[in-house]
């Protein structure tokens, strides 16, 4: 964990101090010295809400709103101005500082802090010399908000941390036997219910996509089950949570070039880490929803004995399938798991996925592709949460025109539909394996950051915990 954050009843006069305004005539009124007040009239501007008011035995850092912003975009704008705090500190080298809140909407205040945590990643296990590059700040007391709030805000960041450290793991340390052991540890720690198949049980359920895809593995697949039982939940059908969690994908004997495709593939697991995140969040903040994670967990490889474009699989359900591109495999995993779900009679179910380039092609860095079966209802709440999140999602159709391009001459279906409209050809994929309300993720463009992005970070961004986490209150504790 990088920045703790703690409540404070009382203000310490000897911390370093980052004093949030509702606006700017609000920090002009507070008890500077002329020379102060001169100060701050005049470097607080419109394009500069971040003012520095040295003390000389400690320093203020003086937030006001950015007055050009609205609403969702206000509260996006002081998230960002949380992760220059953080920049701003570690420059100062300060290692303990208290935000104070003299905003009357508690909400622009939680949003500046949880800039300030979520930016307070680093991903440091593998440097020699960790101190160099260690961030000085390593306490945050918050004066003006409740010890609730922070809590929750804290939990949830440390849920994405999570997220994002599996995520930013090599293969060579997180295998699928090893991201089993993490789960099966951290998840029982926090009250949940784990449970791990072996290759043995994965081949007695005739779990025929995942045994495919991890032939040309030298490393044995797993099964996770995680499951979140409160006392009392809220719905009687459970939500389930499907991640997929392909370790590494090389493409199989569909090999992908290296430069910009297969080497960040690492990444490939987003989906499992995002739904292991969210559901250890919702145990840890006690949320009264019955919610239960599948991750079906391998890498993808050319070994010897791999599957080969021509193949067919046949599925528990005796669906079967034609795989002409040994690099569609996430979807062959993730029609296992879909099909294990329907054993919980499921109100709903999530899967995420790290599926496919051409999500990351029409959408880029800023949007999440979603799809599915639900009610338009659940959707236009996913849409709600993704803006408050600012973790934004864009539904794409699900035509029956587009089931036409998977159709195979010699199976069921086949893995792909071709070079057009791949995203929603994958989804098409899915749906097949479907009998319930059902919401598919694409989060191929939103998962990983090769370049630093504010409080997101370079590297994994842990998308899809907050949002999944909002879209849940809001839809199960919020009616």
Known sequence: MALISYHCDTIDPSLNRILFFGSREDALEYDWTPAQKAYLDKSLTESMQLVQ???????DLVVVPDAREKDLGLMESLRKSGAEIIILAGQLKWKEALLINQAPNQELAICLLEGMLLASYQFLKYFSKQSNKKLSLEKVGVYGLSSQIINELQITAEAVFFTRDLVNEPLSWLTASRLAEELKQV???????????DKAKIEALKMAGLLAVNKGSIDPPRFIIMTWDPEKPVNESPLVLIGKGVMFDTGGLSLKPTPNSMDEMKID?????AVAGTILALARLNIPVKTIALIPATDNRPDGNAYVPGDVIKYQDGTTVEVLNCDAEGRLILADALLYAKRYQPGLVIDLATLTGAAQVALGPLATAVMGTAPQELFRKLDEAGFQTMERVVQFPLWPDYGKML???????KNIGGRLAGAITAGKFLEYFTSYPWIHMDIAGTAYNPTRDSYRGVGATGVGVRLLIEFIRNNYLNN
Do not use: K, P, Q, W
């Not at 697991?269 to 880490?273: C, D, E, I, S, T």
């Not at 159709?407 to 279906?413: F, G, K, T, V, Y």
């Open 269 to 273: 697991m987003a989906g499992a880490a």
């Open 407 to 413: 159709e195979s001459e010699i199976a069921d279906l």
């Open 187 to 197: 998840g029982t720690e926090a009250g949940l219910a784990v449970e791990v198949y």
């Open 53 to 59: 008011v040295n003390h000389f035995d400690r320093m």
